[in-house]
Nanobody
């Protein structure tokens, strides 16, 4: 049972990236999935989350810029990030919870499966 995050990289301010979270060993269909990020010296922050039935939550700091979505046929969850800002660089990780209520102000402790992080860097 494993999650794998990918899609990070270096982008200029105002640019876009799409992160992907793929699962192996289990179907994500029945799971809530969240994206967290952690910048150096800071705690882990919930960025966006999607329930098994498609309800969405996102942090105020990314509203209007980041969009989370899922493709159950591909067993993947995505984070489309647009208008990236200097405060967005971090290691972004995806995580899965069997409890849909976990998507609201996601608490890392409620997520049982984690992928490795993918680095997002914003620099001109």
């Amino acid at each position: 049972v494993q999650l794998q995050a990918s899609g990070g990289g270096l982008v200029q301010p105002g640019g876009s990236l799409r992160l992907s979270c793929a699962s192996s060993g289990f179907s994500l269909r029945a799971w809530a999935v969240a994206w967290f990020r952690q910048a150096p010296g800071k705690g882990r922050q919930g960025v966006a989350a999607i329930s098994s039935d498609g309800r969405i939550w996102s942090a105020d700091s990314v509203k209007g810029r980041f969009t989370i979505s899922r493709d159950n046929a591909k067993n993947e969850v995505y984070l489309q990030m647009s208008n990236l800002k200097p405060e967005d660089p971090a290691v972004y990780s995806c995580a899965a919870s069997y409890y849909d209520g976990s998507i609201f102000y996601p608490n890392p402790g409620e997520f049982s499966h984690w992928g490795q992080g993918t680095q997002v860097t914003v620099s001109s």
